[in-house]
């Protein structure tokens, strides 16, 4: 089958391996469409989190039941499916809690096991998550990143009368803004970002203002960092309201500092948000089905797998014209 493997920094080949084999409690799937994350860019730009080198990249993903295995007993051949693609460790505190997002060891097929970037994989049926069989596969392939998004949002507990910037118009800052104005009817939403393309999805997206720079006594009730780097979230830090929030919501490849005295001064909450549960997976899965958020107009195209190479090169260009690109199987 045709894959997509990860050799090294900038160096991701197409390539033919064997089709996986699902044991008893497995299920094998034919992969329909599979996103590239922003966390993949982190592997293919500084080699964080993989463990092995090859490795088949990708997590993001939706696909149709191939074959089941002996004790698979929820699905069955022709099932649409995608996948909680979390690896935890199992032992630590936060794993013995059911906190499985805040594991110490926390890791995702793709990095530390075969991901979605082939034409096959396989995962426990533990893992699957039905979809709809009438639903656009194509726009169930965001799934995962949407309920990054949720994650956000529900933690920000956000109100529709709430002042909210998102730094940062990626796929999880515009994911933000679709599920901010779309399910909590927030109106006052305000995006930043540096590129034109981007600035223009987030306002299709639901932002009521956008803009490449905020002038420096506009301040919100509650600011989502998705862009990760120091400037940005030295930006975001500035920008939040006495007694605001600030949601740190990105990977960051750099050691970077914040004016804690700021957020003492004007007590300022610093929150995390760390990918998502799997009830947030299954909600995205009805969001997205059931047509309460629109998330095709963030899909800035599809490749083969032989173009994976092609495909990160564009992702990680600096002009950011793109969003979210799919492997379309």
Avoid: W
Wanted: charged share 25%; with cysteine; net charge negative.
């Amino acid at each position: 089958m045709k894959c997509a493997r990860f050799y090294g920094i900038h160096d991701i080949r197409p390539e033919e391996i064997d089709k996986p084999v699902c044991g008893g409690k497995e299920v094998l799937i034919k992969v329909a469409y599979a996103g590239i994350c922003g966390s993949d860019l982190h592997i293919y730009n500084k080699g964080m989190f993989i463990q092995n080198i090859p490795e088949t990249m990708g997590h993001e993903f939706v696909g149709v039941v191939e074959e089941i295995g002996s004790g698979v007993a929820e699905y069955q051949p022709g099932d649409y499916v995608t996948a909680d693609p979390m690896v935890p460790c199992g032992h630590c505190i936060s794993c013995q809690n059911g906190s499985y997002n805040t594991c110490e060891e926390l890791g995702f097929i793709g990095e530390v096991r075969p991901g979605c970037f082939a034409e096959y994989i396989v995962m426990p049926e533990e893992k699957l998550i039905p979809v709809p069989k009438a639903s656009n596969l194509r726009s169930m392939a965001l799934t995962e990143p949407l309920a990054v998004a949720l994650h956000i949002c529900e933690r920000a507990q956000f109100r529709a009368d709430d002042r909210i910037a998102v730094i940062g118009a990626g796929p999880i800052g515009l994911l933000t803004i679709i599920v901010a104005k779309s399910i909590y009817g927030v109106q006052d939403i305000t995006a930043v970002d540096i590129s034109d393309a981007r600035l223009e999805l987030a306002g299709a997206a639901g932002a009521a203002d956008v803009t490449k720079h905020l002038e420096e006594d506009r301040l919100f009730d509650k600011v989502i960092e998705a862009a990760g780097n120091p400037h940005t979230l030295k930006l975001a830090a500035e920008h939040v309201m006495p007694n605001g929030k600030l949601y740190v919501v990105s990977i960051f490849e750099e050691k970077t500092e914040l004016d804690i005295n700021r957020l003492v001064a004007s007590q300022i909450t610093l929150i995390g948000c760390n990918v998502y549960t799997r009830e947030d997976l299954i909600r995205a899965v009805k969001a997205i089905s059931e047509g309460e958020v629109e998330v095709d107009p963030l899909i800035s195209g599809e490749f083969d797998l032989t173009q994976c190479a092609e495909a990160f090169r564009i992702l990680s260009s600096k002009n950011k014209n793109a969003a979210k690109i799919l492997f379309k199987m």
